[in-house]
C-alpha cells in the first residue's frame, strides 16, 4: 500500500475552478493506477477520474467529461485533478486513491487518502 495526502479543496462559486493535488509516498509511483472518487452526504463514494501508472490511459465518469481533467507527475509522485466548470452538486469530500485495476469502483483500489472537501455555492 501506499499512504496519500489529498490538497487542494475549497470552497468556490458556480462556474469557477479547483486543482486538486494528491502527493504519495513510496518509490514506485509509477506502478500504480491512481483515482479520484468523491462522496457527498448521504451518498454513496463514486468514481470521478482514473489514470493509468505511466498516463497514457485515463478514465473520467459521464458527469466530469469535458470538465474535469486528470493527470500525473511521476517524478513528484503526484497526480492532479483539474476541475473547471464547478457545479454545486460537484460538492463533496474528494478522495485520492491507487490500485492495481483501473477501475470504477472502489473495490479496485486498496490504498485511500483522507479526502480534500469540495464546496461550490450556486
Known amino acids: 500500500q501506499v499512504q496519500l495526502v489529498e490538497s487542494g479543496g475549497g470552497l468556490v462559486q458556480a462556474g469557477g475552478s479547483l486543482r486538486l493535488s494528491c502527493v504519495a509516498s513510496g518509490r514506485t509511483f509509477s506502478s500504480y493506477n491512481m483515482g479520484w472518487f468523491r462522496q457527498a452526504p448521504g451518498r454513496e463514494r463514486e468514481f470521478v477520474a482514473a489514470i493509468s501508472g505511466r498516463g497514457s490511459i485515463t478514465r473520467l465518469a459521464d458527469s466530469v467529461k469535458g470538465r474535469f481533467t486528470i493527470s500525473r507527475d511521476n517524478a513528484k509522485n503526484t497526480v492532479y485533478l483539474q476541475m473547471n466548470s464547478l457545479k454545486p452538486e460537484d460538492t463533496a469530500l474528494y478522495y485520492c486513491?491507487?490500485?492495481?485495476?483501473?477501475?470504477?469502483?472502489?473495490?479496485?483500489?486498496?490504498?485511500w487518502g483522507r479526502g480534500t472537501q469540495v464546496t461550490v455555492s450556486s
Open positions: 486513491t491507487a490500485g492495481p485495476l483501473l477501475g470504477t469502483i472502489p473495490q479496485n483500489y486498496d490504498s
